[in-house]
């Protein structure tokens, strides 16, 4: 597993107690040459393994974002993977819009937020922990819905504009991390359709075979990463390794 990073790396996963965050936490538990785990989410994120550090904070917010620049001190960081997301709130009744007449300038606004502005600023909070020459990949899941090229069904208006506006931030960001690290390379990744809370209330619509579990997802967006080179900054790659348009 992700041959290019040293040994004794060291990892940070947002959305850590998320379904796919969760098993990327396991997944890098597992791997002996892993030093360090950071796993940032507001809920607690409980393993016994000394490597792992929790981070029990709200990205989503300027004071969660300083606390965690302030607790990396700029160490460097060889792994980076942005597993949170939000595509409904039913506290909130914020659910994907059917139609113009569904949308909702909150809901268009917290998704966009969540789900493109936060990665975005962790980006920024953790340059001093991705600058310099060490080996740095980082993923940032995104969604197949997201693709302006592949959008035939419409609907879920602020889901598939916050995952568009996700990815370019993200490529935005590859080209200036190229300069700030010539070993960077940053991912957009489509995890295929995952059982988890986030797609636990449209499972029903999803063909036989086509939702994967938590763990599998974990191993491939793993094995997707452990193929790339920093030449490779800028894609977006899915489960399977391959290309989506944009
Ligand atoms: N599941 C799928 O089928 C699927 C398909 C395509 C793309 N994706 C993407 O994959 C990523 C992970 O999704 P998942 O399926 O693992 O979902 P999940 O189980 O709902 O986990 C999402 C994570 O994001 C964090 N989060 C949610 N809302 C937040 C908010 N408002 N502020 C801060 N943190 C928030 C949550 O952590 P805390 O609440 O503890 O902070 C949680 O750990 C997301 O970006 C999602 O868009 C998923």
Not at 17 to 33: C, F, H
Not at 61 to 73: F, I, N, P, S, V
Not at 192 to 205: K, N, V
């Amino acid at each position: 597993m992700l041959p290019q990073l040293p040994d004794g790396f060291t990892a940070l996963i947002t959305g850590a107690s998320g379904g796919i965050g969760s098993a990327l936490v396991d997944a890098l538990l597992d791997e002996p040459r892993l030093a360090r785990l950071h796993a940032i989410s507001r809920r607690p994120v409980v393993r016994d393994d000394e490597r792992l550090t929790p981070h029990t904070l709200d990205l989503a917010t300027e004071q969660g974002l300083e606390a965690l620049g302030k607790a990396l001190d700029g160490q460097p960081l060889h792994l980076v993977i942005n597993a949170m997301g939000m595509l409904h709130d039913e506290t909130d009744g914020i659910a994907p819009e059917k139609k113009l007449d569904d949308l909702d300038a909150v809901a268009l606004g917290r998704l966009l937020h969540v789900n493109a502005v936060t990665p975005a600023l962790l980006l920024k909070t953790l340059t001093p922990s991705l600058k310099g020459h060490h080996t740095a990949l980082i993923g940032s899941l995104s969604a197949r819905v997201g693709s302006i090229d592949d959008n035939r069904l419409g609907g879920w208006y602020a889901y598939r504009a916050s995952k568009a506006a996700h990815n370019m931030l993200m490529k935005t960001a590859s080209v200036e991390l190229r300069r700030l690290n010539p070993n960077a390379c940053l991912l957009c990744l489509h995890p295929g359709t995952t059982d988890t809370a986030l797609s636990a209330p449209f499972q029903s619509r999803v063909p036989e075979g086509k939702l994967f579990t938590p763990s599998f997802v974990a191993e491939r967006l793993l094995a997707v990463m452990s193929e790339r080179l920093p030449s490779d900054t800028g894609e977006f790659r899915d489960w399977n390794d391959q290309p989506i348009a944009w």
